[in-house]
T-cell receptor, first 109, second 110 residues
Framework: KNEVEQSPQNLTAQEGEFITINCSYS?????LHWLQQHPGGGIVSLFM?????KKHGRLIATINIQEKHSSLHITASHPRDSAVYIC???????????WGAGTKLIIKP | DGGITQSPKYLFRKEGQNVTLSCEQN?????MYWYRQDPGQGLRLIYY???????QKGDIAEGYSVSREKKESFPLTVTSAQKNPTAFYLC?????????FGPGTRLTVT
């Protein structure tokens, strides 16, 4: 079993829909990261969080440390949100991240 | 502008040749990483370096080599010993927890 599991693996939705992507992990962590990878391959860091909730524009990330679970939400989704969303966790003072396999999101106009 | 540069974006090589992928950062980060990504799979760590002149193997280091002679540079050599080198290669650097990524190099070996 992978230490970081994402669901769903693939998600297709209509423009305007509320999107939720889930991430569960089985190890102790110091922080959880959400990243976005566009079709060209470049990766952008969206959020780093260790508790509670963060919001940036239409994106919201939450984490429940007790349940070892995080969610990424996209409100009023748009075709430009189409990308692969990746969850990763960091542990202690080690710089290394443990990566989820990613969720491929397609938003249709 | 601070950031990470990888070159080239696309690289084609014949089987049996060594090839070196460039990664440069001007973020003054101590830590740098090389990842490999295959279609439909997550990132896998090849090598990482937390300080100049020191580097550690990641999960899939066989067939690869790196050097870290300068803080801003962390080149990756894909050797002929790497059995399946065609992939997308991403370089990253980090502060204590947050990683920043380069645009990637897509390597095709035929």
């Amino acid at each position: 079993k992978n230490e970081v599991e994402q669901s769903p693996q693939n998600l297709t939705a209509q423009e305007g829909e509320f999107i939720t992507i889930n991430c569960s992990y089985s190890v102790g962590i110091s922080a959880l990261h959400w990243l976005q990878q566009h079709p060209g391959g470049g990766i952008v860091s969206l959020f780093m969080l260790s508790s509670g909730k963060k919001k940036h524009g239409r994106l919201i990330a939450t984490i429940n440390i007790q349940e070892k679970h995080s969610s990424l939400h996209i409100t009023a989704s748009h075709p430009r949100d189409s990308a692969v969303y990746i969850c990763a966790v960091s542990r202690g003072s080690n710089y290394q991240l443990i990566w989820g396999a990613g969720t491929k999101l397609i938003i249709k106009p | 502008d601070g950031g990470i540069t990888q070159s080239p974006k696309y690289l084609f090589r014949k089987e049996g040749q060594n090839v070196t992928l460039s990664c440069e950062q001007n973020l003054n980060h101590d830590a740098m990483y090389w990842y490999r990504q295959d279609p439909g799979q997550g990132l896998r760590l090849i090598y990482y370096s937390q300080i100049v002149n020191d580097f550690q193997k990641g999960d899939i280091a066989e067939g690869y080599s790196v050097s870290r002679e300068k803080k801003e540079s962390f080149p990756l050599t894909v050797t002929s010993a790497q059995k399946n080198p065609t992939a997308f290669y991403l370089c990253a650097s980090s502060t204590h927890y947050e990683q920043y990524f380069g645009p990637g190099t897509r390597l095709t070996v035929t």
